[in-house]
T-cell receptor, first 111, second 114 residues
């Protein structure tokens, strides 16, 4: 099945800055995307979902945008903190109640 | 608390041995999933079940088997036919049949070869 592409390199940022992670998805329609956080040795935890007809979704310091022309979603963490350090996974809904996950991007926030 | 419980947390398999990973949920969810996670790769779907007594193969079902005799339970057996079983195994559930609902995950079982 077609893959979901996320930044393969880790993202290192300074505390207080905005972290931006990228997810490039496929042509599956309708497009729905989900974002999860995964800590080492733990299962993923759901953060946000966004639908094709939504340009942006926010939850506290988190924001997800959706560009259906570029087939790309951006995940932002504002005022980042060391506790935000984790792997962030993007997942695309593929119908039949199934999700396809990207490999994830490691975020490291330094104090 | 409602959630998904996976056990054991660590499991070792000998050559030629079948091992079973447990997954129990008390969320009253219909759908359950098994994923395999390898370093640098996304979660890959092994099997899923949308209702009791029914399940479907995912993308990498070879060498694995499942059962769904109860709504709460979805055990995964890694058979001796799976030649590269070392990985982190994650179980998930989803409650609503509307599209694009979030999945709830357990904390995984790490399987290694002795």
């Amino acid at each position: 099945s077609q893959k979901i592409e996320q930044n393969s390199e880790a993202l290192n940022i300074q505390e207080g800055k905005t972290a931006t992670l990228t997810c490039n998805y496929t042509n599956y329609s309708p497009a729905y995307l989900q974002w999860y956080r995964q800590d080492p040795g733990r299962g993923p935890v759901f953060l946000l979902l966004i639908r094709e007809n939504e340009k942006e979704k926010r939850k506290e310091r988190l924001k997800v945008t959706f560009d259906t022309t570029l087939k790309q979603s951006l995940f932002h963490i504002t005022a980042s903190q060391p506790a935000d350090s984790a792997t962030y996974l993007c997942a695309e809904y593929r119908g039949g109640n199934k999700l396809v996950f990207g490999a994830g991007t490691i975020l490291r926030v330094k104090s | 608390d409602g959630g998904i419980t996976q056990s054991p947390k660590y499991l070792f398999r000998k050559e030629g041995q079948n091992v079973t990973l447990s997954c129990e949920q008390n969320l009253n969810h219909d759908a359950m999933y098994w994923y395999r996670q390898d370093p640098g790769q996304g979660l890959r779907l092994i099997y899923y079940s949308q209702i009791v007594n029914d399940f479907q193969k995912g993308d990498i079902a070879e060498g694995y088997s499942v059962s769904r005799e109860k709504k709460e339970s979805f055990p995964l057996t890694v058979t001796s036919a799976q030649k590269n079983p070392t990985a982190f195994y994650l179980c998930a559930s989803m409650g609503d049949r509307e599209p694009n609902q979030p999945q709830h995950f357990g904390d995984g079982t790490r399987l290694s070869i002795l």
